[in-house]
């Protein structure tokens, strides 16, 4: 005996056309059994239970396909989450960025015709000013008064009038909203994938972590990320003028990190290598063979291979019975913005003379 195959409108997913669809497949299939369709029987209350229960299935059902897409997600945690697997880096807080101007008396020199130039000062990265309502800026780059750029826009006289005693010369620099802090992190036994969170809101960057041997873990983006670009000095004639300060180079990270935010929450998480791993020589040093090169046939060392001086198998060490010291900056605002001319005080001045030993502490 064949098997009767009956046809069901799945189109129907809402309460009242499941219900209409039950009775009507009642009244088709078992027309001698299901009799009753008054609003007030008992099958009335077994259909509007079983429509009940399709209704929130259907509605369940379409909630989790529609939150498993992008373009079609509602809830705000399955946007950012989506976000993140595509490589968003979401963060709730973030930081204005502007420039300011820098205005310095410098002490006029033996000819009194321009400033003493050994009174022209460095203001090093990290130095704060704050706004007329209470926000926070730090100096994101050094600001060297010996370059070429440095403007003198006036002067001040003496107290009689009679000679120049200061030149007020002028710097334009950048700065981002809010402050550097410092905290420190334990470390115990070696755990894969260490996460570890900090304790403090409104944190904006991550700016450096370094444990207790001195060992420095830069940021990545991913863990699989082995090369980060630093500034090298650049020791050529252009350094001394300011113009070109330093020169991006590739550095393997054998040590780095990445950051995880959750709402206001931030984590940092390491690889799973060992420091035992990047002790071991898998690799020659390069500046003790001779590879081949410039029409040599031979080489001093064949194990050497310079692509596996930027690999790494374990996403990164992680660190190990040690207390990483976290520098963050964090906003101490809710609103960092700042209006034209608002930054006008100087809460930590960061300055640094070449030889501070020759110069008059008075002038200084």
Same mark, same amino acid.
């Given at each position: ?90 963060? *709730? ?32 990265? @990290? ?26 826009? @006036? ?23 809010? +402050? ?35 060992? +420095? ?24 003028? @300011? ?68 690999? *790494? ?52």
């Amino acid at each position: 005996m064949s098997k009767k195959i009956v046809p069901i409108d799945y189109t129907g997913n809402d309460f009242d056309n499941i219900k209409k669809n039950l009775v009507n497949y009642a009244k088709k299939y078992y027309p001698n059994t299901f009799k009753d369709f008054n609003e007030a029987s008992f099958g009335s209350l077994m259909t509007d239970l079983v429509s009940y229960v399709g209704d929130n299935l259907s509605f369940y059902l379409d909630y989790n396909a529609n939150e498993s897409f992008l373009d079609t997600s509602l809830e705000y945690e399955n946007v950012v989450m989506h976000a993140n697997q595509m490589g968003y880096k979401h963060s *709730t807080t973030r930081s204005s960025v502007g420039e300011v101007d820098l205005y310095m008396p410098i002490p006029a020199s033996a000819t009194l015709s321009e400033p003493d130039k050994n009174y022209l000062p460095k203001i090093k990265k @990290g130095a704060s000013f704050s706004t007329t309502e209470g926000n926070i800026f730090t100096l994101i780059d050094d600001v060297n008064f010996l370059s070429d750029d440095t403007q003198y826009v @006036g002067d001040e006289l003496s107290a009689d009038g009679s000679k120049v005693a200061y030149y007020i010369v002028k710097k334009t620099a950048r700065v981002i909203s809010g +402050e550097n802090r410092q905290t420190t992190l334990e470390v115990g036994d070696f755990q894969r994938f260490l996460k570890l969170k900090i304790q403090a809101s409104n944190i904006s960057e991550i700016i450096s972590v370094i444990d207790t041997n001195g060992n +420095e873990y830069y940021e990545v983006d991913y863990l699989s990320q082995n090369v980060v670009y630093r500034p090298v000095l650049n020791r050529g004639t252009d350094s001394q003028t @300011g113009a070109v300060q330093s020169i991006m180079k590739p550095f393997p990270v054998p040590r780095r990190f990445v950051v995880e935010r959750n709402g206001r929450e931030v984590f940092l998480v390491f690889g799973y290598g060992s420091e035992s791993e990047i002790k071991k020589e898998k690799v020659a040093d390069p500046s003790e063979i001779v590879l081949d090169i410039l029409g040599k046939n031979y080489v001093s060392n064949v194990t050497f291979d310079p692509s596996k001086l930027l690999t *790494t198998e374990k996403f990164g060490v992680s660190p190990v019975n040690t207390e990483l010291t976290v520098t963050y900056r964090v906003n101490t605002e809710q609103n960092v913005n700042a209006a034209v001319g608002s930054v006008t005080t100087v809460v930590e001045p960061n300055i640094e003379f070449s030889n501070p030993q020759n110069l008059e502490a008075e002038k200084m």
